[in-house]
């Protein structure tokens, strides 16, 4: 009778630590440093658009030339949608009270390749405020950077390609053209 008792506990132990999960890690597109490299516009955001394969609360990778994969254990802070909003009104405020111009941002893609490069792909529209006869602008910033092979570096790479559409989005919202495509 000891030996099937010794058996019954030895497999719950392998059963319940085969169970054990790693931790959930959070991740954010807002940099450590909040505002420091604010550009001194004040936009405001009127709406955002992404996919919905990668608009969820789990990092979504690219494998292969086919595949993507939905992290466990990496997660953004918020879904994606929330994340870039929260991150691009973070650059985008200036802090002085007043909107010049407000913003609809339409992620086209957004991709994540661990030990290649992060990439968003954006059509938006600034629309100034207070001049009646201001033109809504359409514009488009395809941006890539290079990654190491870590999440948190795609998760770097992806917080340098928005501080980027922010700085594309001042720029056209104070000089009234898009940035050229580079």
């Known amino acids: ?33 909040p505002g420091a490299s604010r550009n001194g516009a004040d936009i405001a955001i009127e709406s955002i658009s992404v996919p919905p394969q990668v608009d969820r609360a789990q990092i979504v990778i690219r494998q292969g030339n086919s595949g993507v994969a939905i992290l466990d254990t990496d997660w953004w802070s918020a879904t994606l949608a929330d994340e870039l909003r929260g991150a691009l009104a973070d650059q985008l405020s200036g802090g002085v009270g007043q909107h010049r111009a407000s913003v609809r941002v339409d992620v086209q893609r957004f991709d994540s390749i661990p030990g290649q490069y992060a990439l968003i792909d954006v059509k938006w529209r600034v629309r ?5 006869d ?12 290079s990654s190491g092979p870590s999440i948190e570096d795609l998760v770097t790479a992806q917080q340098n390609n928005v501080k980027r559409l922010a700085a594309h989005i001042a720029q056209t919202a104070t000089g009234s053209r898009c940035p050229p495509q580079s």
């Open 128 to 132: 100034p405020l207070g001049a009646a």
């Open 134 to 145: 201001a033109a809504m602008l359409t514009c488009r910033s395809v941006l890539q950077t």
């Open 1 to 33: 009778m000891a030996l099937p008792l010794k058996i019954t506990v030895l497999a719950a132990f392998v059963l319940l630590t085969s169970c054990r999960s790693d931790p959930i890690s959070f991740h954010t597109l807002t940099p450590a440093q």
